[in-house]
Structures are given as C-alpha cells and as structure tokens.
C-alpha cells in the first residue's frame, strides 16, 4: 500500500477556483462557505446501466458516458482542495457481470489511466488504489502501479480509487494483516484496525455521495464512513455534473457536524448516518 498522510492544515480555496460558472453553480458556489468544505468525499458512482437502458444503448456507453461526470468530480474537488476523493469503481461483488463487461471495464480503466494523466498532473493529484488490486488482470496492475508511481510526487488531492474493493472484505484483510503481523497473538483495538485498512493515513470520508436514488451504501467504506453525511440524489452518474456536486456540498454545509454531542470534534458516541437530499 502506498503510505499517505492527510494534510497537517487546511487549505482555503480561492473563489476563481472553478473558472467560468453557468448561472445555476454561479449560485451553488455563493451559497458555501470554502472555510467548510468537506475534507474527504466517497462517491458510489451508480446509474451508468439505467442511464444507457433509457437510451436504448449497450450497458457499456454508460460506463464509457460515466468517465465524464468522473473527470469533472475529480478537476472540481482537486480545484476546491478537497483533501481526498474516494470513487468506487469496480467491487468484488462485480465479478459476477458477464465476462464482455468486465472486460470493457478493465481496458476502460487502463485507458482512462493514461487519457487522464495529464489532468492529475496538472492539478497536482495524488493516486491510490483500495482493494484486492493483487486479483486483478496483469495488465491492470501494471497500470496502477504505473499511475501511483507517476503521481507519487504531487502533494495535492489524493485521488482514491476502490478497485476490486469490498468493505467486508477489507476488514477482513485488515484482521489478517494484524494477526500476521503480531504472529496470531493480537489485541485489536480501533486504532490498530484503522492503521491497516486500506486507507490507512487518511481522514475518514465526511460526506458520501450516492448517485440513481439508491438508499444503500453498497459494501463500500463500512468502517471509515461511520460518520459520514450521506447525500443521495436521483441523477444518474453519467448526468452527475458540476453543479450536482456544488450542490451535495451546500446540503452537506447544512447539516450540523456533533459527532456524538461534540460540534465539529471527534466521536465519542455513535448516532445514524442521516439520508439528506434526494
């Protein structure tokens, strides 16, 4: 695993940020406060084969549509300096799609890692990968070490990608890191467990957004978003634009972060997750 730390401070971003606005994220953007932004946002990245059904096209020029509404989520955060942006992109239960597919995801990835390796650079971002990268295709692990290798040197954003991931299945990994590590013989408390999940030296997700109108969180980050405000909407991910995540992150400013009583700290008592927006 690619060893990470999350920044010490938290940087401001400068109201230019973004460039030209169209009206409607002229008016998303006014509405934040840019001291208050969200550190670290988790994406299910969800819809991509309802968004093709309802065109009548193959499953896979959904997924191909989806890398746009990926671009512009990733160039946006990195741009607001949102520390980290977590997508999950492909979950050990997808195995289970027909082959054809699977097959037009890995080769969409690895080309999708070369096209966009100029924008990471130019914004400075950071690349990981979450999961069981070691089951993949070859070719897919020679990609991903290749991109965490090319971009270990920015200090911007880190970009997070879920990739043959399961939050089960981390956590289960995760105890036998432990148990290996201390010959069978382990007291595991919350600590140790979190410093060998997969996102270890990063804060947990703040605000998890799930897109198609699903009101599930789909095997992904169990552990980390225990806290995390969840802001569901009905668009479809290849509809996913600019202003759909300025507005996830003014409903986010909304809510009031008590963590168990504290505003703003850290937990002490756990309480639900909270569904806002639809």
Known sequence: MLPTKSHTTLQVPTSSALGPLTPEEADLFDRLDLTRLPRHVAVI??????WAQQRHLPRVAGHRSGTKSARITIETCARLKIEALTLYAFSVENWRRPKAEIDFLMQLLREYLR??????QKNDIRMRFLGRI????MGVQDDVQDAMQRTAGNRGMVLCVALNYGGRAEIVDAVNSILAEQNGHATITEETLARHMYTDGLLDPDLLIRTSGEMRVSNFLLWQIAYAEIFVTETLWPDFNRACLLDAFVEFQKRERRYGGIPDGRPEAEEPARIVGD
């Open 45 to 50: 990245m969800d819809g991509n084969g309802r």
């Open 115 to 120: 096209s966009e390796m100029p924008l990471l």
């Open 134 to 137: 070691h089951e993949l295709p």
